[in-house]
């Protein structure tokens, strides 16, 4: 997808914020959103890298039933609710970040066509960093970016105050243990799912090159990407005084609060059979699964809404091998439970 | 998406806490719905309360919905403050509220389970119910009969 021949690509500032604590690398674009809402300044490309390992929960997530707050104490993580979708990340200061803050009309095409428009057009500029890095990446609609079929950056965006943000980053390295282990799970084994999941399923820079780009290499090669995208041209910029100021007495007060973090308790849900549900990356989740009238736990894999590993990890018929193989009537069972819950 | 749909105007983000989980069902099906800005749908109910849903078409554009979360019954909104935050392929979008009003209902189903939104977005899957407080509402403002003050 390319715009028309002879357009000038418009101009957009490009804010290097550096090496930053959590709170400002995840969320000093609100503060710009204002501005730039408010026509005090342009479009705006921030590229930033956290300082410090964090977790960061989707805009619409409950923290208690995401994570394991124990876990994240214990490894003194600070958690952030963004407000941009998706799910839990876990970010630590190997990952470079790209935010990008604009208004409507900035993506060619229909206004209100939706988020994954955006997120297609924009995504060509990392895309084309990771080919100039060497790597056969490829788009996984709606915003993932992938090597070879496994994910090495994930994205997402939202609208705010007037202003739309679209943010992802770059692994640089993979734990996966601590991004498997911040999470709440409702068996040791689900973690221990979780792990080679991720595992199998994201890869970082350090495993894909030979020698990981260093320093300033990736905020260059990413703001290069977008310009040879020509999805804008970039002027270096710095934070406006106004933007300091929100981000001082709106925007942290706001996410240090409680109540920002931890939203107000759900009302109780109807019995499920599908009790956890984690997304592994693109259509693969990792599941946990009560069988009706069982006392029993299942541990499941599904990859777009079909069973490609089940095992049975509690209840009286739970054997010693766990792993349910195709044709087992359970199988059949929890194939028809899974597909209603991919479906709903 | 949400504020994508926008028809003109700005709203800000809503604020995630906005939610409390207090709320019936519409109760009167009756009225027939009609449009308001911003990709919503408004049907006025017996009680001179609207039902507030998205559009068809809106959520046609906008995709599968995933997640919602609704304004805090009770409270008192002004028109054009994002009251609704819907998200679908990991972009949150907001709906801001088409004129003055309490909340006086919010469809806390769809919490847990939004998929009523994505079967039907014009019946189950309706997603707040409010009573006009002022006429400062842009396109959809109901007759003075309907702007009274709730004693709700």
Known sequence: ?344 | MGERDREGGSASGTDPRQTLPEASGPRSMEMQACPVPQGLWARRESDHSFTVGLREETRQKVGRITAFRGPVPGSSYRSGDPVVSIESDKWVGHFPLPMDGIVVAVNESLYQDPSPINRDPQGSGWLFRYRPTGIHGPEADPPPSRTQTPSA
Not at chain 1, 133 to 143: E, F, I, K, T
């Open chain 1, 1 to 344: 997808m390319s715009d028309p021949p002879g357009e000038v690509p418009p101009a957009w500032r490009r804010l290097d914020l550096g090496a930053c604590e959590p709170y400002r690398a995840q969320t000093f674009a609100e503060s710009v959103a204002v501005s730039v809402a408010q026509g005090e300044a342009p479009d705006t490309l921030l590229l930033v890298r956290p300082r410090e390992s964090y977790v960061s929960l989707g805009f619409h997530q409950v923290a208690e039933e995401e994570l394991d707050l124990e876990e994240v104490a214990r490894r003194g993580l600070t958690v952030i609710r963004r407000v941009t979708g998706g799910g839990t990340t876990f970010l630590d200061p190997s990952q470079t970040f790209y935010q990008l803050v604009y208004r409507e009309g900035a993506v060619p095409g229909v206004p209100g066509e939706g988020g994954a428009r955006d997120l297609a057009h924009f995504l060509r500029g990392p895309l084309r960093c990771l080919h100039e890095l060497g790597l056969r990446a490829d788009l996984r609609p709606p915003s993932d970016l992938v090597v070879a079929g496994r994910k090495i950056s994930g994205n997402a965006g939202g609208d705010w105050e007037g202003a739309h943000i679209l943010v992802g980053g770059l692994l640089g390295s993979l734990d996966v243990e601590a991004m498997a282990d911040i999470l709440r799970s409702p068996h040791p084994r689900f973690r221990e799912l979780l792990r080679s999941e991720m595992a199998r399923e994201l890869t970082s820079l350090d495993h894909e090159l030979p020698a990981p780009p260093a320093g300033e290499v990736l905020p260059r090669c990413l703001a290069r990407g977008f310009e040879e995208e020509e999805l804008f041209r970039l002027v270096p910029g710095e934070p406006l005084p106004a933007e300091e100021a929100r981000f001082q007495r709106e925007v942290l007060p706001r996410h240090r609060e409680r109540s920002w973090v931890h939203l107000p308790p759900l009302p109780p849900r109807a019995p499920r059979e599908v009790i956890r549900a984690v997304k592994v990356a693109g259509d693969r989740f990792a599941l946990a699964v009560r069988m009706p009238g069982e006392d029993g736990l299942y541990l499941a894999v599904s990859q777009s809404g079909a069973l490609v590993h089940v095992e049975h990890v509690e209840g009286e018929r739970a054997g010693s091998s766990q792993a349910i193989p195709p044709g087992d009537p359970r199988r059949t069972e929890l194939e028809g439970i899974v597909a209603r819950w991919a479906g709903a």
